[in-house]
């Protein structure tokens, strides 16, 4: 057997010709700039103002499946029945609206200002709590109750919602298009569709029938238009029109069943209206180039 070479590293992977301590000085600097995580780890961790319209998105969210919840278990606790309270619910859909108006303000307030690193992730976030999980629990609540409806396909719609909404969301984050468009409906539009669908009809196999269609119209190809500008005015126009409306059915005042149904249609009109527009606008385009 040959000596071994104690100039060269042993086991350990330290240098006989070095000192130990030296050694293990060296060794733990080496793994400490190893861990140190890359890239601008403080900024990364402040939060923006874009941030914390994110966040009241979120929550937002939260606060509208809590007030759900509470309506259903309050019913329950007492009368052992559940039937959908018009006080509650309205309440849930301001909330969402509020978080879509946050979701809405977020990205201007953004680009108007520095956003920080986790922003993006952060909105993605809180759009599934406020435009995924929230109105699949309101699907729940609205039609899980309903005597003739089957549980399992009330389910089956509210998690096509929710699934639906992330799959959106991941394929925006990472599918950008050439028109600078949006890629299937946006996921707050399909989640006040899927409000306005429950506030508009019972539970019935047409109605869970349209919540399927909402769900598939997120997750299509087809090309929504980007508030951007006059038509980011008229949305946030739009959405104040709704609250006040919400407000006033809610409150039980005189008209305001009639605004509701009015504001509810034209929500699920417009949605519908937007692809076919969209084909017809392609059907043309197709024409005046095979004519050429």
Do not use: H
Request: a negative charge; charged letters at 15%.
């Amino acid at each position: 057997m040959t000596a071994p070479d104690l100039g060269a590293r042993g086991t350990a992977g330290w240098s006989i010709d070095a000192p130990m301590e030296d050694s293990i000085d060296t060794s733990i600097e080496e793994i400490e700039e190893t861990e140190e995580p890359r890239g601008p780890v403080g900024k990364a961790f402040r939060l923006s103002a874009a941030d914390s319209l994110s966040l009241g998105n979120a929550l937002s969210g939260f606060l509208s499946v809590v007030v759900l919840a509470y309506s259903a278990i309050d019913q329950l606790k007492v009368d052992g029945k559940f039937e959908p309270d018009p006080r509650f619910f309205g309440t849930a859909v301001v909330l969402l609206l509020i978080g879509a108006t946050c979701d809405l303000f977020d990205g201007l307030v953004a680009r108007r200002f520095r956003a920080s690193a986790m922003g993006a992730e952060l909105d993605n976030l809180a759009d599934v709590i406020s435009f995924g999980f929230a109105p699949a629990f309101m699907v729940v609540i609205w039609g899980g109750f309903a005597e003739r409806m089957p549980l399992w396909l009330v389910l089956a719609a509210a998690g096509s919602v929710l699934l639906a909404g992330v799959i959106r969301l991941a394929r925006f984050a990472c599918v950008k298009t050439k028109s600078g468009d949006f890629m299937g409906l946006p996921i707050p539009m399909g989640a006040m569709t899927v409000v306005s669908i429950v506030l508009l009809f019972q539970p019935t196999v047409w109605t869970i029938g349209g919540i399927f269609a909402v769900a598939w119209l997120m997750v299509s190809r087809v090309e929504y238009p980007k508030p951007k500008g006059n038509l980011a005015a008229l949305v946030l126009g739009w959405m104040m029109i709704n609250v006040a409306c919400l407000t006033i059915w809610a409150a039980g005042l005189a008209g305001g069943d009639e605004l509701i149904q009015v504001g509810a249609i034209m929500q699920i009109a417009i949605v519908s209206a937007i692809p076919l527009r969209v084909l017809m606008f392609k059907r043309s385009q197709r024409k005046e180039r095979s004519s050429i």
